[in-house]
């Protein structure tokens, strides 16, 4: 069976933007990955790790769950406060990217078609959604792109603090 090119772009990308999100943080002390804002911060900054925490959650849930039916069980808020190191980052995207890839390749035309909905859960800061499983794809690339930039001006500051 071949390959759809779409879903290999797709799977090829997230590979790409897992690698920046690393990029972005190599280097950065493991003390200062969970708790280091920018003095200028106000209102809701997050921390370098919370905000790559972030990416693997919604990504976890956009393709593993609302495309693949998997359910994760995400709190989303809780992924802000998260502590760790960039080696259980980096393991974390590994694996989340082997997982895409499976949830991906399974998808036939017609799944991609197909609409998931989700209730809004302003608990845990979720709206509700209603969109084709290809857009819930198209979504999670555009949502991990959009924090790498985050994650990438935070670093910024983060290196010319350290000068």
Aim: with cysteine.
């Amino acid at each position: 069976m071949s390959v759809n090119p779409i879903s290999k772009a797709i799977i090829d990308q997230f590979g790409e933007l897992f690698g920046q999100v690393i990029e972005a943080l190599d280097g950065v002390p493991e003390s200062d990955l969970g708790s280091w804002k920018t003095p200028l911060a106000h209102g809701e900054i997050n921390t370098m790790f919370g905000l790559a925490t972030h990416i693997a959650g919604a990504t976890s849930f956009w393709i593993l769950e609302a495309v693949g039916g998997q359910d994760q069980q995400r709190r989303r808020l809780e992924e802000f406060a998260a502590q760790g190191s960039v080696e259980s980052l980096r393991a974390r995207f590994d694996e989340l990217l082997q997982d895409i890839e499976v949830v991906i390749l399974a998808q036939s035309t017609d799944d991609l078609a197909s609409i998931f909905r989700r209730e809004a859960n302003p608990a845990q800061g979720v709206s509700a959604a209603e969109r084709s499983k290809a857009s819930c794809m198209v979504h999670a690339l555009e949502h991990v792109a959009l924090h790498i930039g985050h994650l990438q001006i935070q670093r910024q500051l983060w290196d010319q603090e350290q000068l």
